[in-house]
């Protein structure tokens, strides 16, 4: 039996091209990611878990339409929820696709533990006490340059690979500002490119029962605070990154 082509459609050439970086860069961290995807409401959640950050990884695009096979371009909003291949979706990505067919879902993979406990659909709240983004860019260069020079300084003997992960989980480990939000959260904003260097970035801080989520415009990532447990509950509106 032959299983309908899905086609993915973004509202614009921009939405396509963002979410290819976002994908290569998870690809970065764990060349076999798997993505869990939801599409409703016209736009599309894409969650990834990149391995040296321990956090949640979000991206949304705006849909234009999306259809099935023959039906393709009908003008049917896009509703699907499925886990895949993080590699095979970046790979049918065309930004500068003709025809608005940006891109095809490969077939749905048995998706890691994490991809059926994501963060709850709200309501959230916004904590205070986050630091602006030149802040958060500051503390992130300080905590890699003590990293470096605790490293340096270990004796041959003690140059091991657990002896560098303690120093990595104690300096990642601390809390932002006056925030519950631990300092390996920024970074791996920072690293997936939701903290880019722009002076008025808006980033925020959010929280929902034991869920802590930093937002920026371009993505957001989340994890449950210490002590909470597991992930937490299937749910999570798409419409907001």
Known sequence: MT???HSVLFADPGEAADLAAFLGRLLHYDRAA???LQAAGGAL????RPPSF????????RLAVAGAGAGAG??????FDTTVSAGEFLETLDPESPTGVAGVLPGPVTGPPWTGMLP???PWRELPGLPGPQELRTALNTAVGEFRARDEALPEDRRTRAERDLIGREIWSRPVGGTPLPLRAVHAAQSLGFLRPQPDLPVGLLAAGSWLRLRSPYGSVALRTEGSGGL???QLSVGRR
């Open 3 to 5: 299983m309908p082509v």
């Open 34 to 36: 798997a993505v869990r």
């Open 45 to 48: 959640a894409v969650f990834g």
């Open 54 to 61: 321990d956090v949640l990884a979000i991206r949304t695009a």
């Open 74 to 79: 009908t003008g049917s909003p896009a509703t």
């Open 120 to 122: 709850p659909r709200g």
């Open 232 to 234: 937490g509950a299937l």
